[in-house]
């Protein structure tokens, strides 16, 4: 936590000295709510950008983010045989059957994972104009995996989501949080390919650096309309020893404003993306999910409320839509194992959700001044994958001082 304390230290000496304006609405706020996934965070990742128009002044933002991700052991074979496949093809993936005994006589592929830890990833942006329609972002990503405890994993911690689970919904220890015993960090995947990663608790991650350009055309005809949109370029540049990489994508989002009467006002925002992961590797990489494109969606409503200072309240309902991290057709002939007689649900969620879709629900709010601007989230999944279950963030934003 020392790390935490000592980067708000010195965001709130640049707070002290900051003389601009961050209180002029520029489309609709959002910080990186991008989910704290175990194989997510090594890569770049694309988070949408629903400003119309780029930074009036350069400025810096600092965030973190406080994800639970909880994955109990589970072994997965890949068996090669094609009829193997045909059959597992029409039979449920829990009423398979498989009898692994050597490559030569029963080939498949093999991986397993267990997931156990409350990510904190801190991200650092700076932005800049580079002309009247174009700005650049640099980000640099990194991680530590911790156990969660109170009070700095309030809401995130293995406790408030099991006190959740006991007194609201899903009963006691529905997934076998408890069972494996809370507030641990176990973090531990052996890839198909017999590459291991194994990392301890407040282990130091830097995952990467991203730039991100964002170019913003006007025509007239929308612009009169009140809408706004925006085209993205990412590059990121992986530094994990586990994935260096890089990865490239491109995005488009487009941004509707209303105005009312009281001069608050309502925006609603949808950005497509899709990103090229590993398009070139520098060494030798885990595989991280076969899915080399991921795509993303995103839709949000914000309203906006001004104060007679002119400092604003936004509100933000999001929902984010991530395509699956590994090849659908695997999930037709996969065999699963793990301890299921332990723990009657959600134990082979550590390679089942690889093969789905990721969708979450988040809200936002920000208030900005003329001096600083304050971002919090809360994320939800909605498929119960928990990676994360349940995440929250918070950011500060403040621009150079002249």
Known sequence: MFRIFFYLSIFWGLVAQSQNNTGIKNGIDKISILPTHHFGMFSGRINQNFSVRPVSKSEFTFSIHSGNNFHPFVEAYLPESPEIRANFAGTIWYNRQFNYVDQETTPADYFRIVIGAVFKEFRASFKTRLSSKSELQITIRSFVPTEGHYPFSFFTSDESIEWFHDNIAGGKDPFGRRYYGLNKVDIDYTDRNGKRMQIGRNQFVFTGIDLNHHWYPQIKILNKNNINFNFGSHLSINTASYNPSTDFGLSANLIKTWTLKNKNEFRLGYGISGLRKNLINFGDVMELGNNKLLGGFEAILEFTKY?????????????????????????????????????????????????????????????????IKLSLYAKQDLLVNNAPDFQTGIGITIPFTN
């Open 307 to 371: 104060t007679q200072m002119r400092n604003y309240h936004a509100f933000g309902l999001n929902y984010q839509y991530q395509t699956r991290y590994s090849k659908q057709t695997e999930a037709g002939y996969y065999f699963l194992v793990g301890e299921w007689d332990a723990i009657h649900s959600g134990w082979q969620h550590g390679v089942e959700q690889l093969y789905k879709n990721q969708s979450t629900w988040n809200f936002l709010y920000t208030y900005a001044t003329k001096k």
